[in-house]
């Protein structure tokens, strides 16, 4: 399930995962930033606890980019927290 974060005066919606399993039983969570465009989305998705970008599509800017790798990076603890409570409505 997705939890939706905030959304953005530009339309970037951000969402995020319960906390899910790799095979080997690591935990993680993905956290999605979502823009629509004309021609469909501006994504980049980050993978937590690693900080790696598991998807980059559409026209985010290297400064927008930045920025999100910064909201990751602060919000991780919110992140763990609130998806093993199941949402942000537990939170």
């Given amino acids: 399930m997705m939890h939706e974060f905030v959304k953005y005066p530009d339309g970037t919606l951000v ?10 039983g690591e935990e993680y969570i993905i956290i999605c930033f979502e823009r629509p465009t004309n021609d469909g989305f501006d ?15 559409g ?3 290297e400064e927008e980019i930045e920025t999100f790798r910064k909201v990751v990076e ?15 409505q537990s939170a």
Avoid: H, M, Q, W
């Fill in 74 to 88: 602060c919000g991780a603890p919110f992140f763990f927290e609130t998806a093993r409570k199941g949402g942000k």
């Fill in 59 to 61: 026209n985010y800017s």
């Fill in 15 to 24: 969402v995020f995962s319960d906390i899910r399993k790799k095979d080997n």
């Fill in 43 to 57: 994504t980049v998705i980050f993978e937590l606890p690693s900080y790696n970008i598991v998807k980059r599509d």
